[in-house]
């Protein structure tokens, strides 16, 4: 329930002055009407009484400061840090800090695998913690509905109704209670923190989680960087890949262009296409016939590839004159961004001539 600014004054035993100078400043969040008269939560004002009555208007007010200041320098990590892992440890720090807990996660959500994975962890002594730890969320339909329904939600060890599987982890960490936050991105959840006490069960204040959810999204504002910056150093990776192996094949190419007999260029054109591509084999044929072919050579006390393993086929082809050449290349893995491109250029920049081969007595019925 929302009251106004005297009501408010009352309650707290203030002036009606220094409530308005207290929400200027953010010390008590409001909001406002349409006229633009000023609503303060009940809630807010409760704790806010609690606060006072502790310590006194001195003691309220540095602890607002404070979390305040805990936000903002949040804000300018943010906006400031490149190194995205000690930037998600710092967001942790800060979570410990103003949740007067032990221990807070960070975790990455794989929606495909089902998944979530420890980026960063951060214990209230000052302790960072290894970043290691995969969790199924098959097994922990409590982790799973605070990322499908994008809500908090706090277990406790002790309490009655808890769930098993989430009790059982916890108890295997040491942990009494646990405040799960979603981690969500252009209303996406990405990732989850973790607000870990191992001492006591917990019951948050509206202003704690409050608090809590602005630095889980600062948390989601790194992960989704870190993501983005990621997947551009994989594809900057891969595009230098993709250079290193057009460069190799061209001088391949031109150390092939004039050699004899066709069957040997094109055999030696599909190990190096093989080799390039780590294929498991490469066969360059046209209009059905083989005119070349090249298979991995394991060394002899290699494991053997088993059973059934995955295979990916990745092909290309070209006109030539007097026939269209094909490129076939068996990959053990799918075909990375860009592959089938290269693969083409290959396919078009190929050496020798396919009328040598395929000219009339070579032909098989």
Not at 148 to 164: C, K, L, S, T, Y
Request: aromatic residues 4%.
């Amino acid at each position: 329930m929302y009251v106004s600014l005297g009501k408010a004054a009352q309650q707290l035993g203030v002036t009606p002055g220094t409530v308005r100078r207290w929400t200027q400043s953010g010390f008590l969040p409001c909001t406002r009407t349409a006229g633009g008269h000023r609503r303060i939560d009940t809630k807010d004002i409760e704790e806010l009484a609690r606060a006072i009555g502790d310590g006194g208007h001195l003691a309220a007010r540095r602890a607002r400061e404070r979390e305040l200041e805990t936000l903002a320098q949040a804000s300018l990590d943010v906006a400031s840090r490149l190194d995205q892992v000690e930037l998600l440890a710092e967001i942790a720090r800060h979570v410990t800090r103003l949740c007067r807990c032990h221990t807070c996660e960070i975790l990455e959500y794989d929606a495909e695998q089902e998944v979530v994975r420890v980026l960063a962890e951060y214990e209230a002594s000052g302790r960072r913690r290894p970043t290691a730890g995969v969790f199924s969320l098959r097994e922990l339909p409590v982790t799973r509905r605070v990322l499908d329904e994008q809500v908090p939600i706090v277990v406790n060890a002790d309490e009655r109704g808890a769930d098993p599987a989430e009790v059982e982890l916890m108890r295997r960490y040491g942990e009494k209670s646990i405040l799960m936050l979603p981690l969500v991105f252009q209303g996406r959840a990405i990732g989850l923190l973790e607000a870990c006490d191992r001492e006591r069960a917990r019951r948050y204040s509206a202003q704690e989680l409050r608090l809590a959810r602005a630095l889980a999204g600062h948390a989601a504002v790194a992960l989704r960087n870190a993501q983005l910056y990621s997947a551009a150093h994989d594809a900057d990776a891969a595009m230098d890949a993709l250079r290193h192996r057009l460069t190799h094949l061209a001088t391949k190419v031109a150390e092939l262009q004039n050699a004899s007999p066709a069957q040997e260029v094109f055999g030696a054109f599909a190990e190096v296409l093989r080799a390039a591509f780590e294929a498991r084999s490469c066969v360059i044929a046209a209009d059905g016939r083989v005119l070349g072919a090249a298979i991995e050579q394991l060394p002899a006390d290699a494991p053997s590839v088993p059973h059934g393993a995955p295979a990916y086929v990745l092909s290309a082809a070209a006109p030539r004159p007097g026939a269209r050449l094909e490129l076939t290349l068996v990959l053990p893995r799918p075909a990375a961004t860009g592959e089938a491109e290269v693969l083409e250029l290959a396919a078009a920049m190929a050496p020798g001539s396919t009328e040598a081969w395929m000219r009339p007595g070579q032909d098989s019925e």
